[in-house]
């Protein structure tokens, strides 16, 4: 049997759910019990941040401490989840009908740089893309021999399966090398460097390859996007024109 408890909020936290549960139809209790069962997400949060500052700020009680993390995290919480709607939205892959398959924070030495998001395609998604994985923040990249760390860096790989090594049998390799023949195409190519053209009139360092991989079975071509800035990273229609370019010089669209 779940506990029941009394908790006492401000009248304006209170309209706010009231506002909130009659829009769509919800229970005010209904609401506020969905909203404050998922506390137990933000309790690690509060558990790591607040001994860290108590040793810096010795003389502010815990319990300031533990207001102060909390109020701080559903700000950025807030914050975050903007960029993200924005920026999702311009990719344009849940109109696609991708789903979000995976949200993970990219971590250096315990450190959180950024996140990375793995959508894919729905059974609804009409499209030749299989896979999109997307990572802002934190990104690191090897160019011209060296590896830099972009602190607002932004990375997007579409992957598309072209076939599976078991269905394709003898012309899994047959299949590779007409893909491998239509990298080297003089219209792939431009498809290509307009992408990167795409993003270096909006940022300085950019980068677009495309390349064929074997994974777990399956043929992919992979088309990899990356720039200084994630707000400058193009939407998936533009990696389409150039995987549908690809496809079709190798043969296996027509």
């Known amino acids: 049997m779940p506990r029941r408890k009394v908790v006492v909020i401000e009248d304006g936290a209170y309209r706010a759910f009231e506002e909130l549960a009659g829009r769509y139809g919800l229970g005010v209790n209904e609401l506020m019990s969905y909203y404050l069962n998922y506390f137990e997400l933000l309790k690690p949060l509060v558990d790591e941040e607040v001994p860290s500052l108590s040793r810096r700020l010795k003389e502010v009680p815990l319990r300031d401490l533990a207001l102060f993390v909390l109020v701080n995290a559903l700000s950025v919480v807030r914050e975050v989840y903007g960029t993200l709607k924005a ?143 994630f707000l400058c990273l193009p939407s998936i229609e533009n990696f389409e024109r150039a995987i549908n370019t690809i496809l079709r010089k190798a043969g296996i669209q027509s």
């Open 87 to 229: 920026l999702v939205k311009h990719l344009g892959v849940l109109e696609k009908g991708f789903t979000i398959e995976i949200v993970d924070p990219v971590l250096k030495d315990g450190r959180f740089l950024g996140l990375y998001i793995d959508f894919v395609a729905s059974e609804y998604s009409e499209t030749p893309i299989t896979e999109v994985e997307l990572q802002i923040g934190g990104v690191y990249v090897k160019l011209d021999g060296y590896e830099t760390h972009y602190e607002k860096g932004g990375l997007l790989r579409v992957n598309s399966t072209v076939g599976f090594e078991e269905e394709l049998g003898d012309r899994y390799r047959e299949v590779r090398r007409n893909l491998e023949k239509a990298l080297e195409e003089d219209e792939v190519r431009e498809e290509l460097e307009d992408l990167e053209s795409y993003m270096c009139d909006l940022c300085d360092v950019c980068e677009v390859k495309a390349k064929i991989r074997d994974a777990d079975g399956a043929l992919e071509l992979s088309i990899e996007a990356f720039t200084e800035d």
